[in-house]
């Protein structure tokens, strides 16, 4: 933990106010990306300012969605703390699960938060969560690839350039694939990705009668692109990929682009994990024409559960992880590029990150995303990759198995997408829609 002494012990993070009397052990349940690793690794700086401890249950994306939406609607209080989205956040707020985040510190500057990342974590102006990060998804691509296939990228390309850079890019015989994208099914694996592409295509999951859509032409647009783009150019077994094993194999130098989180910029880049770290070029996520980019909007973050037992404590976590304080933290251990990106204006006011490569382009692609317009034609709903409505997060986990299998193989695109209009039009249905 070098540096943090010296940079921290003047700095009071929390208020007298929410500072508790005495030390708590906080149990933390959170997912396994290498933002929140990091955390885990400074957590010494957290207990040694207020003497609480953190036990860590550090889980898969999907799992981490099952439990913790499983603890917070039984009231199990398994957890003090938990990492959750924007799509759980106001949900979980109108039925009274989550502890307002109303009365911060001044010093924690709820002013300074993204306006778009707080509005997705606010229900009628009050915020119930604190983003550790924000971000958007965008293109990650090899420099050397593009080149040696004659090609520039464009700083907003569209899908029909993607496609045959990927096409010209890919090269089997020695593992190197020109496009790696998620497949793994989950309604915030290879539905976040499917729904935020189908957006570009023109299509979308309810019309404004909230009937379902995929037996609509668009859907078949999107779904038949991406399939044969992942049979031409995409790597072995790609139905089971998701985020993780996406970068896994971009690192290895085995993808010749890469859409997905802009948060990941931060690892494809860094030279000691990252085979091919000087030479990674970033695009906005592709368009067709039709006005919308393929880009979602999403925050992880901090939600505190009603009814927990050490909510003072909590509230001092939630503060110490998502503070201007743990920037500086981080970017002393870790250096600027390897901060918590996405969350707070003063972050891309600083000139210190204004020199990180990828910097301009995350928050570019941050604030090109719409929520309340995510699509082409109208929608009752907002969220970008999501429909924000309960029923969402079951029906697309259902439909995310069956897009899954059809990029597998197991069964064809119109296959696929009939069993999802049906699966979905009954839970619509059944839910009173």
């Known amino acids: 933990m070098k540096l943090k002494n010296a940079l921290f012990a003047a700095s009071a993070l929390v208020s007298a106010a929410t500072t508790t009397a005495f030390a708590e052990e906080l149990t933390i349940a959170t997912v396994n990306n290498g933002d929140m690793i990091r955390m885990q690794g400074l957590t010494d700086d957290f207990t040694e300012k207020t003497g609480h401890t953190v036990e860590w249950v ?67 102006g009050t915020l119930y969560a604190a983003p550790f990060y924000g971000e958007s998804s965008m293109i990650m691509y090899r420099t050397d690839l593009m080149e040696k296939a004659g090609l520039e990228m464009p700083d907003a390309p569209t899908w029909e350039f993607v496609a045959d850079a990927a096409r010209k890019m890919t090269d089997k015989e020695n593992e190197i694939y020109g496009i790696c994208l998620r497949g793994k099914a989950g309604w915030g694996e290879n539905m976040a990705f499917l729904t935020a592409t189908s957006n570009a295509f023109g299509a979308r999951w309810f019309d404004e009668n909230w009937t379902a859509q995929f037996d609509q032409p668009a859907w078949n647009e999107t779904l038949t692109f991406y399939v044969n783009l992942m049979n031409d150019a995409g ?8 985020f993780n094993e996406n970068l896994s194999l971009f690192q290895q130098g085995k993808c010749g682009m890469w859409i997905d989180a802009t948060v990941a910029a931060s690892f494809v880049t860094n030279p000691e994990d990252s085979t091919v770290a000087d030479k990674v070029g970033f695009a906005l996520a592709p368009n067709t024409g039709l006005g919308k980019n393929s880009n979602w909007l999403w925050a992880w973050a901090l939600g505190i559960p009603a009814g927990t037992q050490k909510e003072a404590a909590a509230k001092e976590f939630v503060e110490w992880a998502t503070s201007k304080d743990y920037i500086e933290l981080v970017a002393a251990n870790e250096g600027w590029a390897n901060v918590p990106p996405g969350a707070r204006t003063s972050l891309y006011e600083n000139e210190n990150y204004k020199d990180v490569p990828f910097a301009a382009m995350t928050l570019e692609s941050i604030q090109s995303a719409d929520p309340q317009n995510p699509t082409v034609d109208p929608v009752p709903y907002i969220g970008v990759q999501f429909a924000a409505i309960p029923e969402f997060a079951g029906i697309a986990t259902e439909v995310g198995q069956e897009f899954s299998a059809a990029l597998a193989g197991q069964q064809s695109v119109d296959e696929a997408l009939e069993k999802a209009q049906a699966l979905t039009t009954d839970a619509m249905e059944a839910a009173g829609y």
């Open 58 to 124: 550090t889980l898969e994306e999907n799992v981490l969605r099952q439990r913790v939406t499983t603890d917070i609607s039984t009231k199990g209080g398994a957890f003090d703390v938990m990492t959750i989205g924007m799509y759980e956040t106001p949900i979980w707020a109108r039925n009274g699960w989550l502890v307002a985040m109303d009365d911060m510190s001044e010093e924690w500057d709820a002013d300074d938060i993204l306006p778009a990342m707080r509005g997705g974590l606010s229900v009628d």
């Open 235 to 242: 790597p072995p077994g790609a139905s089971t990929n998701g």
